[in-house]
């Protein structure tokens, strides 16, 4: 029954993402709609630097502040009780 069921839910993710990929056709990108005025592009560095080095910042720069301001006092890791027989 599990087989039966893990390929209905696979029938449906591919039939909804192939759906998904007909409906938003990048052929429709391609005409302007009025007052559409894009700017100009990035470069490369700009791109890594925007979108990848940024985020990296932004996360260590939160985990820091965390690590810092984190007033708990059990830092050890807890003795294991032996069991008994």
Same mark, same amino acid.
Not at 48 to 52: A, N
Not at 71 to 74: A, M, N, V
């Given at each position: 029954m599990d %087989? %039966?069921?893990a390929l209905r839910a696979g029938a449906l993710v591919a039939g909804t993402t192939l759906m998904m990929l007909l409906m938003s056709s990048p052929a429709l990108a391609l005409t302007r709609d009025d007052g559409d005025d894009p700017g100009p592009g990035l470069s490369v560095i700009e791109t =890594?630097?925007?979108? &990848?080095l940024a985020? =990296? &910042?932004i996360f260590a720069v939160i985990t820091g502040l &965390?690590? &810092?301001l984190d007033?708990?006092?059990?830092r050890r890791p807890k003795? %294991?009780?032996k069991a008994r027989a």
């Open positions: %087989k %039966k069921n =890594l630097g925007q979108f &990848v985020p =990296l &910042v &965390v690590m &810092v007033r708990s006092t059990d003795a %294991k009780s």
